[in-house]
């Protein structure tokens, strides 16, 4: 049974930072690419960011770039979002995801299994 857990998430000003977790269980984790998606208040859930197993590849969505980072720890079995500079935009549910083997890195359908969430709130 895969398992992702996300945390980090919270309340920050904007201008500020946050860096969300996600452990993950039950798979080999270095074996697949991982990915960060939000989901804002009557949107749609988008891409964030992606990293491949090795780490030695990142994507991001145009939105993010330059200011979230993400990264990977295969030894912890950790993928981990650095998100500097947040907007009141950013708000969100972000979620984690592990990749399947054939899809699309940038799209849901790529991703088969989910965590459950955590709540980024920045106000203004």
């Known amino acids: 049974q895969v398992q992702l857990v996300e945390s980090g998430g919270g309340l920050v000003q904007a201008g500020g930072s946050l860096r969300l977790s996600c452990a993950a269980s039950?798979?080999?984790?270095?074996?697949?690419?991982m990915g960060w998606f939000r989901q804002a208040p009557g949107k749609e859930r988008e891409f964030v960011a992606a990293i491949r197993r090795s780490g030695s590849n990142t994507y991001y969505a145009d939105s993010v770039k330059g200011r979230f980072t993400i990264s990977r720890d295969n030894a912890k079995n950790t993928v981990y979002l650095q998100m500097n500079s947040l907007k009141p935009e950013d708000t969100a549910v972000y979620y984690c995801?592990?990749?399947?083997?054939?899809?699309?890195?940038?799209?849901?359908?790529?991703?088969?299994?989910w965590g459950q969430g955590t709540q980024v709130t920045v106000s203004s």
């Open positions: 995801a592990s990749k399947n083997p054939i899809g699309n890195i940038a799209t849901m359908k790529g991703y088969d299994y």
């Open positions: 039950g798979r080999t984790f270095s074996s697949y690419a």
